[in-house]
């Protein structure tokens, strides 16, 4: 039975040396990069933000709502997710784009069928718009994602090779975590790795979170086959 895996990507991240839009020799880069998960028969779905564009609760003031703010940055990650596949395609990456904000004219509508059926069929699925409503971060979205089209491992790509005690940015002292456990990083106040409800979601389903540095030269081969990479978040 093939794995099955989610890459949550940040939209700052596809940003890449830019301090905003998308890099494309990183996009390209990337595409290289998710020829490993073929490689090691694990099915990847990315689920992509969009902070290199739009972040939603920022935009909100000056009379945008912030279900305004929300929906802005939803439609940011399709801007993000239909690059991303052109690039992963032209890469030789089969690959498809489907949104929970629907715009047939340049992705797909998302429904757990149509997903099932690309993963089936090897490509690497690519889903936008989060989950749909506002309020709700694209790390809350690709937990529930993960948990909708049963992966085994959610991804969480960032800046930091782990899930650190305290800021490392801030805090030479800081120690990184090999292992904790879904209630340490939900119940510790200093780890703002990924949003609590997003883990509170995956500690009562029972999915592991691996956060990890995913630009680091083989660090995503490593995530495809499985091998230990970054920090476990986990039972």
Not at 128 to 139: E, N
Request: some cysteine; hydrophobic content about 45%; proline content about 3%.
């Amino acid at each position: 039975m093939k794995r099955r895996v989610l890459l949550k990507l940040s939209g700052e991240q596809l940003a890449g040396r830019y301090e905003h839009g998308i890099d494309p020799e990183l996009a390209s880069w990337l595409g290289e990069q998710a020829k490993a998960f073929a490689a090691h028969e694990t099915e990847l779905i990315i689920m992509i933000g969009g902070g290199n564009f739009v972040r939603g609760a920022t935009v909100a003031h000056g009379g945008i709502k912030r279900v305004t703010g929300d929906h802005m940055g939803m439609l940011a990650t399709m801007i993000n997710a239909i690059a991303l596949t052109d690039v992963f395609e032209a890469t030789g990456v089969p690959t498809r784009c489907l949104s929970n904000v629907f715009a047939q004219q340049v992705s797909e509508p998302f429904s757990h069928r149509l997903a099932e059926k690309h993963l089936e069929n090897g490509r690497v699925v690519i889903v936008a718009g989060g989950i749909g409503r506002p309020y709700f971060t694209t790390d809350t979205a690709a937990v529930n994602l993960a948990l909708e089209l049963g992966c085994q491992t959610v991804y969480k790509a960032t800046k930091v090779d782990g899930v650190y005690d305290r800021d490392p940015a801030q805090h030479d002292d800081a120690t990184r975590y090999e292992r904790l456990t879904h209630a340490e990083a939900v119940d510790n106040p200093d780890i703002r790795i990924m949003d609590k409800a997003a883990m509170a979601l995956a500690m009562e389903h029972g999915l592991g979170i691996v956060v990890f540095d995913a630009l680091a030269e083989g660090n995503l081969a490593k995530a495809a086959a499985g091998e230990p990479v970054g920090s476990t978040i986990g039972a």
